[in-house]
């Protein structure tokens, strides 16, 4: 059969066709009124589309961009900084907050696991500065409990970041009442448009702390895109053409919610969660283990790869096969998962579609498999969410 | 009439439409065998673009992204910087490398004049362990004078960094000849593709500052850019759709040049030149004075508003009649000037077209204008210039 490129990756995820065309066709300079509106809509709309009252700033840049703002902007070099690790993500944490002169503190878990609450009590300190995590840990698929960590930290003086790159649209937060004093997103994620633009909401106290920190920081100084932002404008040249994409792709997100983006953004999150839950179980049903076995998030579903099996040869298969990009483990952790994304633009029947695919790729890497086993119990899985019904 | 929104501003600038559906079509993930080869073709066909032998690294980011690249990765804390200075992209430098704990030497000349290698000579101390510059003042449209301040710097250790954001595809350069450490570009520019992207070619011995150098940096990490670079990645996710479109702009270039890279880029140099100097022979026919009077550059033209003239009108005459958008001048010098581009996708019936439309703003804002003198000043320039010649 003919193949279509499709991503099942966790960023880049699949485009929306209208935002793919509203950015071929974008031809602003970003120095005029109507440039100005849309950077303001696009803003206004990520308040809401993250959830949160604090101001929202945007950089071109990939996520880890975003993510360094909130390690220069919030420390001086010297200060003590807590980090929240089990994967690829948490350890660019480590790595950003020592890159910055920062005395790092990490409690860390195994690939695969979550850090618990407990765990990060023990560790806190009063001095910490800042605690760093994620959401999702898009290396193995893992949700840690922001608000179990955020509930340790009200009333102390340590600031909460959470990288909620892929954690945004899969998971909901309760941004301004947990205290994330900075929340990131990316637009290669659950905004269904390419990779290039990330933002943040920054709470009243991360902005004060800005006023002492030491750390140097120029493009990406959150007060100076702050201060623009509230004109509309960015800093520097932004990324007209991917701005335009994301407007696109926040009407879209508003109109799935009947013409409410706060309805639409929720709908989005119960969605990842439904196609998340179909592929769970359809890969149990298929005697596949999950990775992360404890606590697997919507963003996306790790799987780990059957004995004796390269999970390279299983990516390969979804591709040559099924012209299906599913993602590989990381870095130590390559060969031994595979990666299935649900945020963003994912429906019941890419749902459906990527598992019949995996029923196939299964087999063909010698895989005793019953064809159609999987396909069942995503079906049922189906038919007894809220999803089915509210459409019924 | 009806109008068609036309960018004639130095960045972004018109867009090439095969380059906007490679775009919209891209739909590669970043960690594949396609997009490797997609990117490595780009990062060698920069080098050429660029004229130089060394290696090239890409950002997503605006241009500002490669310059702050190239102060945190060259200096350390307290080290001593000059920083050439006649616009608001040369006053970037200086707050870039004082953001970065710099001790900040400058060399000046006013808006609108250039800055002599001789002012840099009385200036330059052996211990200015960097020198900052502009090729192209975008902010004014001055071209200065790279290959006389490059010879001062010959047999010295400070190291040439040239911001040629607007020079590149306007200024023909002896990069590796002349010793330039560190050339800047970006994507919105002459590559003509939307803003996100920004790349440099580092030299060897910049390369080698950066194993001592001590100020933090790390998505913007040139030698982490250049390890990843020569595997066909970047080391964060990068804007795949506008590596597509650059690649699509690149190839564009070459066909131009006959299937070569490097003539086409050579003409594209040339075609810059001679539309600058079809403009800046129109205004002056028509009365109007060159704010960069002593050395133009070929990226813009920037042209002094009339005595009693806002530019502001100017600019929005051009918008609002002919769906053209000029730029203001900046800052200080909103106002005072406006600048039309000439870099990257502007052919002989683009700029014939502007001037058409400069005349009928400028008779529009209360100046006495003989009609058609401009144009007939610009066909004159044309029917002289090889530019001609070559397609006769």
């Given amino acids: ?13 699949q485009l929306l066709p209208s935002a793919q065309l509203a950015m071929a066709a974008a031809t602003m300079h970003h120095r005029t009124a109507e440039f ?9 709309d990520l308040k809401t589309f993250v959830g949160s009252k604090n101001d929202v700033v945007m950089f071109t840049a990939s996520g880890t961009g975003a993510m360094e703002a909130a390690v220069s902007n919030l420390t001086s070099p010297g200060d003590k900084v807590l980090v929240v690790t089990a994967g690829k993500f948490g ?4 790595s950003l907050a020592k890159a910055y002169g920062c005395q790092v503190d990490s409690v860390r878990a195994a690939y695969g696991e979550t850090v618990s609450p407990e765990q990060v009590k023990a560790a806190l300190k009063p001095d910490h500065v800042a605690l760093y995590m994620q959401a999702s840990e898009s290396s193995t698929g893992v949700r840690h409990d922001v608000e179990g960590i955020a509930r340790l930290l009200k009333g102390t003086t340590t600031l909460l970041v959470v990288d909620s790159i892929t954690g945004l649209g899969t998971t909901k937060f309760d941004v301004d009442g947990w205290g994330i004093d900075v929340i990131i997103g990316g637009s290669q994620k659950a905004v269904m448009i390419p990779p290039g633009l990330a933002y943040c909401a920054v ?4 902005w004060q702390r800005m006023e002492s920190t030491k750390n140097p920081r120029y ?5 100076k895109e702050r201060k623009n932002g509230a004109k509309g404008e960015s800093s520097y040249t932004p990324s007209t053409a991917l701005v335009a994409a994301l407007g696109a792709a926040l009407d879209y997100i508003r109109e799935q919610g009947g ?3 706060a309805t639409g953004s929720d709908l989005l999150i119960r969605n990842a969660e439904t196609a998340a839950a179909m592929t769970r179980a359809a890969a149990q049903a298929l005697g596949l283990k999950l990775f992360a076995a404890s606590s697997p998030g919507a963003a996306l579903t790790a ?6 099996v390269d999970s390279s040869d ?5 591709r040559n096969h099924f012209g299906a990009v599913v993602a590989n483990g990381q870095g130590e952790m390559k060969g031994q998962l595979f990666r299935i994304a649900h945020l963003g633009f994912y429906d019941y029947l890419d749902t459906i579609a990527i598992i019949g695919a995996l029923e196939n790729v299964l087999a063909g890497v010698g895989r005793k498999v019953e064809l159609g086993a999987g396909l069942k119990a995503a079906q049922q899985v189906y038919a007894q969410s809220s999803a089915s019904k509210a459409t019924a």
Same sequence: chains 1, 2.
Avoid: H
């Fill in 1 to 13: 059969m003919i193949r279509k490129n499709r991503l099942f990756t966790p960023g880049p995820t």
């Fill in 219 to 223: 493009y990406f100084d959150l007060r």
């Fill in 303 to 308: 799987i780990t790869s059957p004995e004796g």
């Fill in 91 to 94: 350890e660019r944490w480590e």
């Fill in 314 to 318: 299983i990516v390969k298969a979804f």
């Fill in 203 to 206: 709470s009243d106290r991360a």
């Fill in 36 to 44: 100005r509106a849309l950077y303001s809509k696009v803003l206004a």
């Fill in 259 to 261: 013409g409410d983006l």
